[in-house]
């Protein structure tokens, strides 16, 4: 019986599922010619990889061009409630009848030696595809994983830019720094254009030696202009921004310091298009960075308690929302807590539990989940109140039936959000 195309697209293989990362680029834009070479006509691509901050990067960069008029794609990883989200088009994702039109267009060709196989190559070429149909001004692509034998890869983008470099995907990366940095250094192209932050000293080294073989410009985000934080709440950052794109206040909707790393970073990105022609003023990018919309960072859900999603897997992001809780105030919470087993939980273990007053353990909504059996065993050195929960929802109702004050903190992985949060 033949498969609906989205069983169809589920049936392929996807390493966000599963254990491995065997991609093959050159295989990937063979099929990509096979298509008529879609990557190869899209316009003004912004390549984003790193290990942190590509998805707010991204969300930034994307509010302020909208604000600005354009017509922007925009291509993200993972999705939180439906794949549709992870292809938008001025924040619009693809309808379903858009999605089966393309796999349906592209399955027939799924075959033979040189072919796409798996589920993040192909859903990156219904991007291309779509972005082309909208006839977008700009495309926003976020790398899925690594860099070199990415999908995203296979294009030529008018802006490379690398978000902090940490250690995550160390299984499949490498373990360590300099091998994680080379992989993700291959999104630099030969005669482009280059934008980072300062970096540590091993990464910030090897993307300068790659950018100077390819007679890469390379703009380092933090030298270009000065944000300064006014004020923090729990919905964002009162900030004044000094530099290229001008002299303002404004309100940054994402919590924490790295955020505003990542607004950096994206300021320096609009400043560059500014160079290349683009009409990106002042008061667009203003209005850009408060109207960003970015789900499951450090995200809270409900108010009365505080409940608080944050999507952190690797010990950065989890220095991240250690940092936040400090900065907040908020060292009395409990913890809902799951992640999979290709992600460190190390750092949250020994400095994030023992704070909680409680913590909840639960599998993720994915294959590779760790058990909150295995889960147990690993935490109990750092925390003696420890729970089992069949579901997070089973964990937020648990909690709230004792204790209706004390804040909540739900992390470890992107696949713990809810898809219709009743709290």
Not at 189 to 214: C, F, M, S, W, Y
Request: hydrophobic share 35%.
């Amino acid at each position: 019986m033949k498969k609906d195309p989205k069983s169809f697209l589920y049936s392929l293989i996807d390493y966000e599922r599963i254990i491995g990362y065997d991609y093959d680029l050159e295989a990937y834009r063979d099929f990509l010619g096979r298509l008529g070479a879609p990557h190869k006509k899209l316009k003004n691509i912004i390549l984003i990889a790193g290990t942190k901050g590509k998805g707010s990067t991204a969300a930034i960069i994307n509010a302020c061009l909208m604000e600005s008029g354009y017509r922007v794609g925009l291509y993200t990883s993972p999705h939180l409630r439906r794949m549709n989200e992870r292809i938008r088009v001025n924040n619009k994702s693809i309808s379903d009848r858009e999605l089966n039109k393309h796999i349906s267009n592209i399955r027939p060709r799924i075959k033979g030696k040189h072919r796409a196989r798996t589920f993040f190559e192909i859903l990156t070429t219904i991007a291309y595809l779509h972005f082309l149909s909208k006839g977008t001004d700009v495309a926003i692509l976020e790398v899925g994983l690594g860099g070199r034998l990415d999908a995203t890869n296979a294009t030529d983008p008018l802006v490379s830019v690398i978000t902090r470099i940490g250690y995550d995907h160390t299984n499949l990366l490498g373990t360590r720094l300099s091998q994680i940095t080379h992989e993700k250094a291959a999104i630099i192209r030969r005669n482009g254009k280059l934008i980072t932050i300062h970096q540590r000293p091993v990464v910030e080294k090897i993307l300068r030696k790659v950018a100077e073989d390819r007679n890469c410009n390379i703009i380092f985000a933090d030298e270009l202009h000065d944000v300064r934080v006014i004020n923090r709440s729990i919905k964002g950052s009162g900030i004044y921004i000094s530099g290229k794109v001008g002299n303002f206040k404004t309100f940054l909707p994402l919590i924490g310091a790295h955020q505003i790393e990542n607004l950096s970073v994206a300021l320096a990105v609009c400043a560059e298009l500014r160079q290349t022609g683009f009409e990106l003023d002042q008061a667009a990018t203003r209005e850009g960075i408060e109207k960003t919309e970015l789900h499951g960072r450090f995200e809270l859900i409900s108010e009365n308690p505080p409940v608080i999603f944050d999507c952190a897997h690797n010990k950065d992001s989890f220095q991240a929302l250690e940092k936040n809780l400090q900065t907040l105030n908020i060292r009395n919470f409990y913890l809902i807590f799951g992640t999979n087993k290709d992600k460190d939980m190390r750092y949250c273990l020994k400095y994030i539990f023992p704070k909680a007053k409680e913590v909840f353990l639960v599998g993720t909504d994915n294959p590779k989940a760790v058990c909150p059996q295995e889960l147990l065993r690993k935490a109990r050195r750092y925390q003696k109140d420890l729970t089992f929960a069949k579901s997070v929802k089973h964990a937020l109702s648990t909690i709230k039936k004792k204790d209706s004050s004390t804040a909540i903190i739900i992390t470890g992985s992107f696949y713990l959000w809810q898809r219709d949060w009743k709290v």
